[in-house]
């Protein structure tokens, strides 16, 4: 069975990092690509980013409200994927989902699996 | 690329068929999900490449379009079905999701 389980959130003033991390279990994490999304209290989904396999090459998009501040990054040893957030804002107040893409073909990016969800509130 | 979902919130009754648009600002082929999300639950994924049915959900779902323009369609309205729906892009980055439709109850 295919789970995500993300840990890390928590309160952190302006300005802050923090770091989240998703546990991924029952699939090879190694192969597949992986993404974080965020929802703002009472908002919609808002996309963050992604990072690739090593296949190619771990390279990462990220959303242009988080470019620069936000990275992603993975240990495939460990099965772990990683959001380090800098320079944090209020408006980075949102529930973190990390999200498996189906597959790495360019039709098969949905995400079929999602974690529960950390909190993150920035606030001072 | 912007995704416009229309309408924002809806209320229908059991048994209803119900449409729900989702437009692309510029072509994106038929690389988009549908998701539904219940309050204080992760997102679940409906439909992918506009029209295929992920594995499990119900048939009374269905997706249609390509280009700019998309539908998602619940044949018959039933209880668990009253969420918020959310389309997604997938043909470029930075991927993008529509703003949502909330399904409540008439």
């Known amino acids: 069975e295919v789970q995500l389980v993300e840990s890390g959130g928590g309160l952190v003033q302006p300005g802050g990092s923090l770091r989240l991390s998703c546990a991924a279990s029952g699939f090879t994490f190694s192969d597949y690509y992986m993404d974080w999304v965020r929802q703002a209290p009472g908002k919609g989904l808002e996309w963050v980013g992604r990072i690739r396999n090593k296949a190619n090459i771990y390279t990462t998009e990220y959303a242009a409200s988080v470019k620069g501040r936000f990275t992603i990054s993975r240990d495939d040893s460990k099965n772990s994927l990683s959001l380090l957030m800098n320079s944090l804002k209020t408006e980075d107040t949102a529930v973190y989902y990390c999200?498996?893409?189906?597959?790495?073909?360019?039709?098969?990016?949905?995400?079929?699996?999602w974690g529960q969800g950390a909190l993150v509130t920035v606030s001072s | 690329i912007q995704l416009t979902q229309s309408p924002s919130s809806l209320s229908a009754s059991v048994g209803d068929r119900v449409t729900i648009t989702c437009r692309a600002s510029?072509?994106?082929?038929?690389?988009l999900a549908w998701y539904q999300q219940k309050p204080g639950k992760a997102p679940k994924l409906l439909i992918y490449t506009a029209s295929t049915l992920q594995s499990g959900v119900p048939s009374r779902f269905s997706g249609s379009g390509s280009g700019t323009d998309f539908t998602l369609t619940i044949s018959s309205l039933q209880p668990e079905d009253f969420a918020t729906y959310y389309c997604q892009q997938l043909d470029s980055y930075p991927l993008t999701f529509g703003g949502g439709t909330k399904v409540e109850i008439k």
């Open positions: 999200g498996r893409p189906h597959g790495t073909t360019y039709s098969d990016h949905h995400l079929d699996y």
């Open positions: 510029q072509g994106i082929s038929s690389y």
